[in-house]
């Protein structure tokens, strides 16, 4: 007497069912809401790009909003944009991310915070043998060091803030595609928005006690001041060849995404379709408060390590090709 191979079809609900109910008990940190109506919202870079977008959006959620760049005349256009479309007067503050002592003054002037979000960030795209030692520091300076400098201004005051009020604050980074997967002419940018993932790991460990959650943002190529007038007409060819291997998006799209991961306590903000398939390929250790999606991890990691293969193959053939045609063209160059 065999078993009916029908049954065969029940296993797999089965032992999804049961990874599933697995799963929901052991993800951690546990889900959250974070409010953002009434609370306080500092946003770095806030004056341009991604982080103008939040704030417009922070304001247009009821957030008290404080924003911090370097150029004042930027800042105030900023402020002026967001109180025509909101009506909210947004704080603001100039410093540079990279001066530590400016950067607490600026944290302890603007009060206790609820959410900050380390979004100012450089780029420069470059191969590593033609770009100075000095833009290679000038990018970790910033992206990460200053990153370093904000968290420990604000951390103090977070942490008491919690305590008094309750409720859960986010400590958000912006990290970047190109701070999940290294590609041609990013060594110094993705070094700088790679260091910012083990730095959110073991932060988490660090605050969880303290209700504070971590999220890291991961966006596309986004239309920005930043990357329209500075960075895309410096891409090498290469980069922008395999950096459209994922769709661009715009600042207010990806601002959207940022906050409504923020809001639930994300760990790995994804932002558009193939950041959320890289979000899987490169899930690693991370922490993850949804157990759906620990769920899609598990499930679909080495399916997305096939196709994460094709991608690199896809690349590979491109550098090469474009090697060979640059030395045929140099070869031709020294024959006339
Ligand atoms: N645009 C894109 O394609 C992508 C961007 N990102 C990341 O998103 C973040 C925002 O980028 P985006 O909106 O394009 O950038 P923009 O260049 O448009 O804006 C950058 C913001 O950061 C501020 N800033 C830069 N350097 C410093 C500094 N040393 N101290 C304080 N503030 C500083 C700028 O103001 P000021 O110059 O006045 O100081 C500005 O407000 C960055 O971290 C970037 O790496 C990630 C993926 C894609
Ligand atoms: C498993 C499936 C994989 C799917 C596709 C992989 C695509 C990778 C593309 C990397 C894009 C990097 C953009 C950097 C944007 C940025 O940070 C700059 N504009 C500077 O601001």
């Known amino acids: 007497m065999g078993i009916s191979p029908y049954y065969i079809l029940l296993v797999i609900p089965i032992l999804s069912a049961f990874l599933l109910l697995l799963l929901s008990l052991i993800a951690r940190p546990r889900p959250s809401r974070i409010p953002l109506k009434g609370r306080h919202v500092f946003i770095t870079g806030g004056s341009s790009g991604i982080g103008l977008a939040i704030a417009h959006q922070a304001a247009a959620e009821g957030a008290r909003v404080s924003i911090l760049a370097r150029n004042p005349k930027r800042l105030e256009e900023a402020r002026e944009a967001v109180r025509l479309a909101t009506g909210v007067e947004v704080n603001v503050f100039s410093a540079d991310v990279r001066d530590a002592k400016a950067v607490s003054r600026a944290v302890e002037e603007a009060g206790p915070i609820d959410v900050l979000v380390c979004n100012q960030g450089v780029f420069m795209p470059l191969e590593l043998e033609k770009q100075e030692l000095e833009e290679v520091k000038f990018m970790v300076d910033v992206n990460l060091m200053g990153t370093f400098h904000l968290i420990k201004a604000a951390l103090p005051t977070m942490k008491r803030r919690t305590r008094e009020t309750g409720l859960p604050a986010s400590i958000a980074l912006m990290s970047?595609?190109?701070?999940?997967?290294?590609?041609?002419?990013?060594?110094?940018?993705?070094?700088?928005?790679?260091?910012?993932?083990?730095?959110?790991?073991?932060?988490?460990?660090?605050?969880?006690?303290?209700?504070?959650?971590?999220?890291?943002?991961?966006?596309?190529?986004?239309?920005?001041?930043?990357?329209?007038?500075?960075?895309?007409?410096?891409?090498?060819?290469?980069?922008?060849?395999?950096?459209?291997?994922?769709?661009?998006?715009?600042?207010?799209?990806?601002?959207?995404?940022?906050?409504?991961?923020?809001?639930?306590?994300?760990?790995?903000?994804?932002?558009?379709?193939?950041?959320?398939?890289?979000?899987?390929?490169?899930?690693?250790?991370?922490?993850?408060?949804?157990?759906?999606?620990?769920?899609?991890?598990?499930?679909?990691?080495?399916?997305?390590?096939?196709?994460?293969?094709?991608?690199?193959?896809?690349?590979?053939?491109?550098?090469?090709?474009?090697?060979?045609?640059?030395?045929?063209?140099?070869?031709?160059?020294?024959?006339?």
């Open 176 to 336: 970047s595609q190109a701070g999940q997967v290294g590609i041609y002419g990013y060594a110094a940018y993705s070094a700088s928005k790679f260091a910012l993932r083990g730095l959110s790991e073991a932060l988490q460990h660090e605050v969880i006690a303290d209700n504070i959650y971590v999220s890291l943002i991961f966006p596309p190529d986004t239309e920005t001041p930043g990357f329209v007038e500075g960075e895309q007409e410096r891409r090498p060819e290469l980069t922008n060849v395999i950096a459209g291997s994922s769709k661009g998006m715009k600042a207010d799209d990806v601002a959207k995404a940022s906050l409504n991961g923020i809001k639930s306590g994300r760990f790995i903000i994804p932002c558009n379709f193939e950041g959320t398939m890289i979000a899987i390929a490169t899930c690693g250790l991370s922490p993850q408060s949804s157990f759906i999606t620990a769920f899609i991890e598990v499930a679909g990691a080495s399916f997305l390590r096939l196709i994460a293969l094709f991608f690199q193959w896809n690349w590979f053939c491109t550098i090469e090709k474009w090697q060979k045609t640059k030395n045929s063209s140099k070869l031709k160059e020294n024959t006339y």
